[in-house]
């Protein structure tokens, strides 16, 4: 599988903290995409950052990507209850842009 | 905004059934995808296309078929049920340039009695 792998799988922070989660993979990529995935519902895109990128800002969401240590690394600071969620990246690896997912990283933020 | 819609949200079929999913976007994009996803196993592709009439086998097609007779509408059908296609399935669409999200509905969660 190429699929990218979270660290970590859990995390538990108050409000107002930052929350850093890791994704490393194994393949030459075309670009990597975070996305998040409130409770039961569809997955939402936050950032896609190709594989010339090293770093790439939304809001309060700071992606970087290393390309020579395969790994990328999404950071989300001044956390909000809201952003209680799963957290994914997937790969795209190929020129339909099909995507490998990792299990992904819980996060809970609480007030 | 993109709206990527799935039929049902939840569906309750017997063993052996014929079921079909039904998923329609509406911002005239290309590919369309079909997920499944189970816990601690992320999202594993069943099927994407890339056109009308076309398809491709994703990572775990096997106990699945999928129709796309016109742009907007991609449907997974399970031609034969069975208790291990119990899961969360997601539809995804996205425009055929490859530095391209994808834009998933909301997720159909199918059980199989």
């Known amino acids: 599988s190429q699929q990218g792998e979270e660290d970590p799988q859990a995390l538990s922070i108050q409000e107002g903290e930052n929350a850093t989660m890791n994704c490393s993979y194994k393949t030459s990529i075309n670009n990597l995409q975070w996305y998040r995935q409130n409770s039961g519902r569809g997955l939402v895109h936050l950032i896609l950052?190709?594989?010339?990128?090293r770093e790439k800002h939304s809001g309060r969401l700071r992606v970087t990507l290393d390309t020579s240590k395969k790994s990328s690394s999404l950071l989300i600071t001044a956390s909000r209850a809201a952003d209680t969620a799963s957290y994914f990246c997937a790969l795209s690896t190929d020129s339909w842009g099909k995507l490998q997912f990792g299990a992904g990283t819980q996060v809970v933020v609480t007030p | 905004d993109v709206k990527v819609t799935q039929s049902s949200r939840y569906l309750v079929k017997r063993t052996g059934e014929k079921v079909f999913l039904e998923c329609v976007q509406d911002?005239?994009?290309?590919?369309m995808f079909w997920y499944r996803q189970d816990p601690g196993l992320g999202l594993r592709l069943i099927y994407f296309?890339?056109?009308?009439?076309?398809?491709e086998k994703g990572d775990i097609p096997e106990g699945y078929s999928v129709s796309r007779e016109k742009k907007e509408r991609f449907s997974l059908i399970l031609e034969s049920a069975s208790t291990n296609q119990t899961s969360m399935y997601l539809c995804a669409s996205k425009r055929i340039l490859s530095n391209q999200p994808q834009h998933f509905g909301d997720g159909t969660r199918l059980s199989i009695l």
């Open positions: 296309s890339y056109d009308v009439k076309m398809k």
């Open positions: 911002m005239d994009h290309e590919n």
């Open positions: 950052i190709r594989s010339n990128e």
